[in-house]
């Protein structure tokens, strides 16, 4: 399980404000309803300062697609990979998850995760490439569970992208002023996935 960092968050504050203002936007507007001149009003800077930072509007979406997985990898993977039980390595997955997808500015860039397919081919390659070793992760800890006998036999595959659903929606539905704290939300979420909802 490799959980190492492609790249690192910019350390140029500039660029670092377009990133998290233009994610923010396209989370809002859409990457197709956004315009470059819409970005630059708010980070209080003209176009040409952006285009100085990023050659084109795709690649601000690359770049900011590329910072979100950095932030994923260390906030998330890079965290649990020491777990050596299977099942605690995935509860704890699912809430480093749920609490990244519900916590400021990173719902947005995770958010935007699901924008790869507007990138060419060449942009959403490498993107692409990291989201599948998070599915790979999820993969070899369930069928290492099944192997332990700790989870019943399902098929890895099924497994993981039920997993992956029931995280990456809550951007949709989640509200920070609504009724459950996102800590009461990961922990319903972690019972349920693993628990189920039949009484025993």
Avoid at 52 to 73: P, R, V
Wanted: proline share 2%; with cysteine.
């Amino acid at each position: 399980m490799n959980a190492a960092t492609q790249s690192h968050p910019p350390k140029d504050p500039t660029r670092l404000q377009i990133l998290e203002r233009a994610a923010s936007l396209f989370c809002t507007k859409g990457y197709g309803g956004t315009s470059m001149a819409e970005i630059a009003g708010a980070c209080g800077i003209t176009k040409a300062a952006i285009y100085h930072h990023f050659e084109s509007k795709e690649a601000l979406l690359a770049d900011i697609m590329d910072y979100g997985m950095t932030i994923f990898e260390d906030q998330v993977l890079s965290q649990v990979a020491h777990i050596a039980d299977p099942v605690q390595r995935l509860r704890e997955t699912m809430r480093r998850n749920v609490l990244l997808c519900t916590r400021g500015w990173s719902r947005e860039i995770t958010v935007i995760l699901h924008e790869t397919t507007t990138l060419s081919d060449n942009s959403g390659a490498g993107i692409n490439e990291r989201k599948k070793k998070y599915v790979q992760f999820l993969e070899s800890s369930i069928r290492e569970a099944v192997s332990a006998g700790m989870f019943r036999r399902v098929d890895a595959t099924i497994a993981a992208f039920s997993f992956l659903g029931t995280v990456l929606w809550i951007y949709k539905w989640f509200r920070t002023d609504g009724r459950l704290t996102d800590e009461q939300v990961a922990d319903g979420m972690i019972d349920i996935f693993f628990n189920g909802l039949l009484a025993k």
